[in-house]
């Protein structure tokens, strides 16, 4: 078990890089910061002499801190409630790169995880990586049969690097949702733990492989949208090999224009494709930014990546469409009442109260194109009144919020007169009414009747007492059993005052190490 001092070390040490870069002043000026924490802060800050100006660069931070901060720092830009408006859109720059792994590196993790030589595996393999990100690098390359595929390798020794890191954001998370306050309206402990799950299936890819084989069944029926085949023969927990695609990046406007694709149209196939993930499915690729999505040259469209994907069950997904048809035709006392149905809101708070703060979010953005405003800017609004509602976060659905903002920011750069609302309003009126209507609701009635009867009644009337009915919100996973350092102060006689006297004396030794390195 890692000892608390070196949790405190490792956040110290991060601490500093990212107050190189400004990125902790948003901690130390934020009222709502508890004192031990903006106390690291300051030692952090002070600890590294230097006199950089100008705004805070959070994005450059995490990527200097390492591949775990980096999927980190990406799952944060999902939570302007959490680390502000500024670093959130600052987040959203963080680019998963970093320099590649030797192919001798690569070709050894290859012929280990098969236990074959890679010529039995691959006629050829390209040395030279096509791209290369904090957990994989991609190879092009042909199996024996004559295929070209893309070869994606994990990196030698990622498992364990993520699992020691992640142990110290559990840590961390504890101690703040511990501390009370807004910290443990913002769940920072649930938010670590979506994110280590989310890694642990990336560091997987079987488990790519098989979301990615569901998602090519859901989306099957949808016009000109692909997923590459996989190679199941040539897959396994550290490689995944696919198809390989030639196509054009959807960022590439130029070659998208010479290719005479139909940008417009380009745009509008891309929002409702995720809608048909997201509200048909429950199913969506979650990390659909610009590096993710290819463009044939006969317009279809095609998705990499499957490491992160987020699913809701049928119940959230009924929610989620009413509450943007009703954002979209302006009906926001249903909308509040979908939040008070759903528990997101407590129950002693106003319906009425809270349709009016919708209002304020929502009217200002029907019948503008998304170059004036934006689900973006929607999202922002919705965070800003959380807190006078006493709304926690939902975890299940930051994904959803994550990936909505990708889809818009590329809808917009492929045509910025896009209104996402009027491309939405058809799909989702027409999904409310095949799953919402009368016919739909006679159905599940009839459904759930005959279910009813084939039980045992007194059984049923003991399973409903113990499990009442729940909000929408899915149960948490179960979470880390992590002692907080003030609960060692009667074992131990050592309290959390103690440790930010070690944290202290820590810095100030670091201080003075450097202090007298520039003097001498």
Do not use: C
Not at 134 to 151: D, F, L, M, N, P
Not at 252 to 270: F, H, K, S, T, Y
Request: hydrophobic share 45%.
């Amino acid at each position: 078990m890692t000892r608390p001092a070196t949790h405190i070390w490792r956040l110290f040490t991060w601490g500093r890089t990212l107050a190189r870069h400004r990125a902790l002043l948003g901690i130390e000026n934020d009222p709502n910061t508890p004192l031990p924490v903006k106390t690291l802060a300051k030692y952090a800050r002070w600890s590294t002499f230097t006199g950089k100006t100008g705004e805070p660069d959070y994005a450059t931070a995490f990527r200097e801190i390492g591949p775990a901060a980096i999927k980190l720092g990406q799952t944060l830009a999902t939570r302007p409630d959490l680390v502000g408006d500024e670093a959130a859109k600052n987040l959203l720059s963080l680019q998963d790169s970093l320099p590649p792994v030797p192919f001798a590196a690569i070709r050894k993790q290859i012929e280990d995880s098969f236990e074959r030589p890679l010529e039995d595996i691959f006629a050829e393999v390209d040395p030279d990586p096509v791209g290369a990100a904090s957990i994989a690098q991609v190879h092009k390359g042909v199996t024996t049969e004559g295929r070209t595929v893309a070869i994606k390798v994990l990196r030698p020794g990622i498992r364990e690097k993520f699992e020691r890191d992640i142990t110290t954001y559990e840590w961390a998370a504890a101690h703040l949702e511990g501390m009370g306050g807004e910290a443990r309206r913002l769940r920072p402990r649930l938010t670590i733990a979506n994110f280590k799950r989310w890694t642990n299936s990336e560091l997987d890819f079987r488990r790519e492989a098989a979301s990615a084989s569901e998602l090519a069944d859901e989306m099957r029926g949808v016009e000109r949208y692909a997923i590459p085949a996989i190679d199941w023969d040539r897959t396994n927990g550290r490689v995944l090999t696919i198809e390989w695609i030639d196509g054009v990046k959807i960022s590439n406007m130029e070659a998208l224009i010479e290719g005479g694709q139909d940008l417009p149209d380009l745009a509008r196939r891309l929002v409702l494709a995720f809608l048909t993930q997201a509200i048909s499915g429950g199913f969506f690729h979650a990390d659909m930014h610009q590096g993710n999505l290819f463009v044939k040259a006969d317009g279809t469209i095609v998705a990499i990546d499957f490491g992160i994907m987020g699913r809701i069950d049928r119940r959230a997904r009924q929610w989620l469409a009413e509450i943007l048809y009703g954002l979209i035709t302006g009906n926001y006392k249903r909308v509040a009442e979908i939040h008070f149905e759903a528990q997101y809101v407590p129950s002693y708070h106003s319906v009425e109260e809270f349709a009016t703060a919708l209002r304020a979010v929502g009217e200002p953005m029907r019948g503008k194109p998304v170059s004036e405003l934006s689900v973006g800017q929607m999202l922002d609004g919705l965070f800003a009144i959380t807190r006078d509602f006493d709304m926690q976060t939902q975890p299940h659905l930051l994904l959803l919020q994550k990936t909505m903002v990708m889809v818009e920011g590329i809808a917009t750069q492929l045509d910025p007169q896009i209104n996402m609302w009027d491309v939405s309003a058809p799909f989702v009126r027409s999904w409310i009414r095949d799953e919402l209507g009368p016919e739909a609701a006679i159905a599940d009635r009839i459904r759930t009747d005959v279910d009813t009867l084939l039980r045992i009644p007194d059984l049923v009337r003991r399973i409903e007492d113990r499990f009442p009915a729940k909000g929408g919100a899915p149960e948490a996973p179960p979470l880390p059993d992590i002692e907080l350092v003030w609960e060692r102060k009667e074992r131990q006689g050592r309290g959390w005052l103690g440790y930010i006297v070690a944290a202290a004396v820590g810095g100030l030794a670091v201080w003075g190490a450097m202090l007298a390195d520039l003097i001498g």
